[in-house]
Structure formats: structure tokens, C-alpha cells
């Protein structure tokens, strides 16, 4: 016999639903919230989910449980007042044509780690880089 989706990945669905239902997680989903939508609605019309999709489905479930862990929160707002901080010292040093780009840039940073909790390598370098640059042009 075989058995429904709903049955056999009920705590998947589950989870998706709360997820979707997320307003604040889901606003820097982009097309990802697509993927995840379209999965539950396979698994809820009980539609063929091979391993792979399974293995995804788990992982962006996992992700968004730890979007809310305590140790993730406090990180993300540590990041968070560490950018805050380069922007105030980017808007008192910087003359006005190089201020705009680097503001705008770190914007960008800022509504990133409010909405997905993270950022790339390179964002995190160039931070740095604007870190050490800033002290040097006060002076």
C-alpha cells in the first residue's frame, strides 16, 4: 500500500507552512520562497519528491529554525552595531562623491543581515577593508 505525502511528510509540511507564514524570514527569500512554496504545494498535492528535494526541503527548514536561535539573533545584532558604527564613521569622514557609493553599499549590508542573518566573504572583507581605511582619513 501506498502511503499519502501528507502522511509520510507531515512534519514538513508543517514546518513549510510556518515558514511561508513568516513574514519577516521570507522578505529576503526572494526566489527561494518560490522553490519552498512550490515544494509544499508537491508535497500537500501529493506530488512525486525525489531525495534531493527532501535533502533541500530539510535544509531550508533548518535554516529558518536557526534564524530564530538565540546565539544566531545575538550574532546577527553584533554584526549589525559593528556596520552601523562603519556607516556613522563613513558619513563624518567621506567627502560627498565617494560617500554616497560606500553608504548605499553599506545600506545594502545592513537590510541584508536584518533579513537573511548573514553575509558573503567579500561583503565581510570589504567591510574590513573600509574599517581601516576610515581611522587613517580622520587623522
Do not use: A
Request: proline content about 1%; some cysteine; aromatic content about 10%.
Amino acid at each position: 500500500m501506498k502511503h499519502s505525502n501528507y502522511t509520510k511528510y507531515k512534519d514538513e509540511i508543517r514546518d513549510i507552512r510556518k515558514l511561508l507564514n513568516d513574514e519577516d524570514y521570507c522578505s529576503g527569500l526572494g526566489d527561494y520562497r518560490n522553490f519552498l512554496s512550490d515544494m509544499h504545494m508537491k508535497l500537500v498535492s501529493n506530488g512525486r519528491i525525489s531525495p534531493m528535494m527532501h535533502s533541500k526541503i530539510v535544509q531550508g527548514i533548518n535554516k529558518w529554525k536557526s534564524f530564530y536561535d538565540e546565539n544566531e539573533v545575538w550574532k546577527r545584532e553584533k554584526l549589525l552595531k559593528k556596520i552601523m558604527k562603519l556607516t556613522s564613521n563613513c558619513e563624518v569622514h567621506y567627502v560627498k562623491q565617494d560617500k554616497n557609493y560606500k553608504l548605499k553599499v553599506m545600506y545594502s549590508i545592513m537590510e541584508q543581515v536584518k533579513s537573511r542573518g548573514f553575509i558573503s566573504k567579500k561583503q565581510m572583507e570589504w567591510c574590513n577593508d573600509m574599517y581601516k581605511i576610515i581611522p587613517k582619513r580622520s587623522k
